[in-house]
Each structure stands twice: as structure tokens, then as C-alpha cells.
């Protein structure tokens, strides 16, 4: 059954919303669960399809899991598999988190290469050589990377693009290796140093995580833990991108504003009014916003995963703007579906050129992958009259109850099963 969104967009989101736990942090989260025997508890766990099939995953290698009301509870007494099919890693490429710790605990894994992506080519390489580095017996055979070795050995890893997914691989294939390892040009995410921190919590020695170089010291025995994951930024940037799209005023709960410090700039930049506590942040637009550019760019530059929203909230800016996508160049997927809610927007090779227009115009629409999508659940919201958004189970993969929480903001949207 294929569940579509119907929306009467126009009215401006208003009131409080309360994010979840991180999806990007919970996936690599549950894969270092593996790292100790036992049962690990993660908390502020989102419920959504993602996280379902980390779950699958997990459980193929033979561990028990269980999720209920944000609780995820993991016991990897009887993970004895090293291997993770094709059936799962085509669905969801964070599969991929699987490989550093069996590798770190197991001595050996066989993954299935994740292949392609709507966002463009998406290369495995990096994790690949870092293993290698480590020690690691690489091949690749029929569709699957087989990493073998008798002892993970510390070494120096210098990456030359910065990616989350490599450094975490190697941060759990390197607590269980004899020596030091450092990473350079580590990712200095907000879910890298979520992942780092409860590795320390378990017993591992790591140092550095959040700048671009980390230090771990090895071998630690890990024991399992209990451990609340950070806050999602990128759900929270959705819903205060939302508020100023539709000339709102949102405030979301249980939000850094640390982890958005860039995107709350280019808000207040556009002309939106911000504040913010500790735990909370709020953004006011009572008038149109003026253009801004932005350029994605590893943290803390500005987020790929909210490019697709600025560029809805730039369709209906007043001016000009330029958005550069340098992470997936080809992520654009949402521009010819925001064009047919009326927005006026040309590719120029991984820059769109947008000018703003006084108003979108509801139409039937489609989400491409989870961001795109909420680009244009954004840009449904927005537009005048009635929008239907089909292939919303690229949303569940990302955003749990997301029509409910933008229904709770005032927002006329409901899912409708065909
Ligand atoms: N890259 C390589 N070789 C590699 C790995 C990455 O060339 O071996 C390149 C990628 O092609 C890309 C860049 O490095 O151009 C960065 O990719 P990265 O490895 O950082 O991405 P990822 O770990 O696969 C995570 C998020 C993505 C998010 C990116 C960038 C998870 C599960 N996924 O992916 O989130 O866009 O970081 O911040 O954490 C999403 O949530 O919708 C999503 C796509």
C-alpha cells in the first residue's frame, strides 16, 4: 500500500515540536552495540523505518533486539554471523556501520556493497582503506566486501574527503587494534562525537572526537552500556526551516542550537527572528525572508541534509540566491518537483539558481529520498490550495510521525492510504 500526504498548504506552522533522538547518531549506535556482550541500551530512540532495518540487520548477525517507546534495548550474547545480505544493505546504505565492529570483534565480515543511490555515486573506498590500514584482508567478490584479520593492529589514517560513515567504521574497528590509531581529517559531525562518546562510555580510550583529528588507544575490552542519543538536527533545521517558509513562529524541543549554529546564521541572515536556550530554539518570520546563499560543506559548514529545505524556503524568499551542493554533487532530485509547485529554479552543473517568487501553488508532487522529501513537505506547506505528496515512505525512513508533528504546528496535511 502506497500512503500519500494531502495538504492545504498556505497557513503559516506556528507553536512548539519536540524532535527526536538522531537518526544519523542511533544507526552507527546500534552497530557498536556489537562491541560488547551483553545487552546495550540506547535511549531517545526514534521509530522509524531506518532504524527497523538496522534492527534486521542486527538481527541476521544473531543479536535480540527490541525498540518500545524510544527505548532500544540490544543483546548481542548470541551475534555469532559475520555476514550482511544484500536483502538489507540495498535498503538502507548505513548497513555499512556493521563492518567496523564485526571486523573489531568477529576478526572477519562479509557486507554487501550498498551499489546506488538517489543522491548520486556513493563510494565505500575510504572505509575499505582504513581497514586495510588496520590490518585488515580486503576482497571483493560478487557483490560483497569480505574483510578478514588474526589482529587489528593501531595505525595512521588520513582521509582525503571527510566522511562520516569511514570514521565511524573506523572508530569501532580501532578500539579492539594493538596500539594507537589516528584518524586525520576525521568528520567532526555532531554524531561522530555521539558515537565516540558512548564508545568511551563502554571502555574504549578515545580522544580528539569532534576535531579533525582523533586519537584511539587499543585494545579495550567494551562492556555494554546505557546511553541516551543526541538530538536530531537535522529533523529540528525541518521544522524551523518549515516555521520560516510559511512566514511562521516555531520553537522545537529537545534541539542544539550548537549542532544548527550555522543554520539559525543563515536564518537570521534571511531575516528571521531567532532565540534560543540551551535545549530549545525558536524562529519567528512574520515577513517575507530576503535571499541567502549557502554552500553545503562538512560540519560545522551547512548541512546537505537541510539543502533541500533552504531551497524550498528560498523559492519563496524575496531576491536571488545561489545553492551549492560539495558533498552529492547530483543531490537535486527536489528541483524539478519544487518547479512544478511553481518555483522558479535552473541547475547550474551542483548549484541551483533561485528566484524567489511571491507564492507557490499547490500541485501533485513527489519525495525522491528522505531529504528531498522533506523539502517538499516544506514546500507543499507553504504553497496555496491543495498538494498531494506521493512516495512518502521515503519520509518514514527519516522522520518519525512527521505529518502529526506539522498537523501539531497548525499545518494542514494528512497521510491518506490508497
Ligand atoms: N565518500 C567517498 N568514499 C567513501 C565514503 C564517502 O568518496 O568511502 C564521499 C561521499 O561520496 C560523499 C562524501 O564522501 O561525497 C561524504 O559522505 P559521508 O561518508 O560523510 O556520508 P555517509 O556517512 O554515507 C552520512 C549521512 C547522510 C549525510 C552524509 C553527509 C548517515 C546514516 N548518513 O552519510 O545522511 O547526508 O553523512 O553529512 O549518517 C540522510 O540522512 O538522508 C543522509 C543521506
Known amino acids: 500500500m502506497m500512503d500519500r500526504f494531502v495538504v492545504e498548504g498556505g497557513i ?45 540487520v542486527l538481527r541476521m548477525l544473531g543479536a535480540d ?15 555469532k554471523s559475520w555476514e550482511a ?15 567496523g565492529p564485526l571486523v573489531a570483534r568477529r576478526g572477519r565480515a562479509k ?33 560483497y566486501v569480505i574483510a578478514e584479520c588474526e589482529r587489528l593492529k593501531g595505525a595512521r589514517i588520513a582521509f582525503d574527503v571527510g566522511s562520516v560513515g569511514a570514521t565511524g567504521n573506523t572508530l569501532m574497528a580501532a578500539v579492539a587494534a594493538h596500539g594507537k590509531t589516528v584518524i586525520e581529517n576525521a568528520a567532526c559531525e555532531p554524531e561522530i562525537v555521539d558515537l565516540a562518546d558512548m564508545l568511551n562510555a563502554m571502555g574504549a580510550k578515545i580522544s580528539g572526537q569532534g576535531t579533525p583529528v582523533i586519537e584511539i588507544e587499543g585494545p579495550t575490552e567494551l562492556s555494554p552500556v546505557r546511553y541516551r542519543v543526541i538530538p536530531d538536527r537535522v529533523e529540528a533545521g525541518t521544522f524551523l526551516i518549515g516555521g520560516a517558509a510559511t512566514n511562521g513562529d516555531v520553537t522545537v524541543d529537545n534541539c542544539r542550537p550548537d549542532h544548527l549554529a550555522i543554520v539559525l546564521d543563515k536564518l537570521h541572515d534571511a531575516g528571521a527572528t531567532i532565540e534560543t536556550g540551551k535545549n530549545w530554539a525558536r524562529v519567528a518570520a512574520p515577513k517575507r525572508l530576503k535571499a541567502v546563499d549557502v554552500k553545503t560543506a562538512v560540519y560545522p559548514g551547512f548541512p546537505t541534509d537541510l539543502q533541500a529545505p533552504w531551497t524550498t524556503l528560498m523559492a519563496v524568499a524575496d531576491g536571488s540566491s545561489s545553492i551549492t551542493e560539495t558533498i552529492y554533487p547530483e543531490r537535486f532530485n527536489h528541483v524539478p518537483e519544487l518547479a512544478r509547485l511553481g518555483a522558479d529554479l535552473k541547475m547550474d552543473l551542483n548549484t541551483v ?40 515512505y521515503h519520509l518514514d525512513r527519516g522522520y518519525e510521525k512527521l505529518e502529526q508533528k506539522m498537523a501539531g504546528l497548525g499545518g494542514r496535511i494528512e497521510r491518506v492510504s490508497e
Open 111 to 143: 557486507v554487501s556493497l550498498p551499489g546506488g543511490c538517489a543522491l548520486g555515486p556513493r563510494p565505500i573506498d575510504l572505509h575499505i582503506k582504513a581497514l586495510e590500514k588496520l590490518g585488515c584482508r580486503i576482497t571483493l567478490d560478487a557483490g
Open 85 to 99: 545480505p544484500y536483502e538489507l544493505v540495498r535498503k538502507m546504505r548505513a548497513s555499512i556501520y556493521v563492518l
Open 353 to 392: 539558481r533561485v528566484k524567489g517568487v511571491e507564492r507557490l501553488k499547490g500541485a501533485a508532487v513527489m519525495c525522491s529520498d528522505i531529504r528531498a522529501g522533506a523539502g517538499m513537505v516544506i514546500g507543499t506547506l507553504t504553497a496555496q490550495g491543495r498538494s498531494d505528496l506521493l512516495r512518502i
Open 65 to 79: 533486539i527490541k525498540l518500545a517507546d524510544g527505548v532500544l534495548t540490544i543483546d548481542s550474547t548470541q551475534a
Open 12 to 56: 503559516p506552522l506556528t507553536g512548539r515540536v519536540t524532535a527526536n533522538g538522531s537518526k544519523n547518531a542511533t544507526l552507527p549506535l546500534m552497530a557498536a552495540a556489537l562491541l560488547a556482550e551483553g545487552t546495550t541500551i540506547i535511549e531517545g530512540v526514534p521509530d522509524l523505518q531506518d532504524v527497523r532495518t538496522m534492527a534486521m
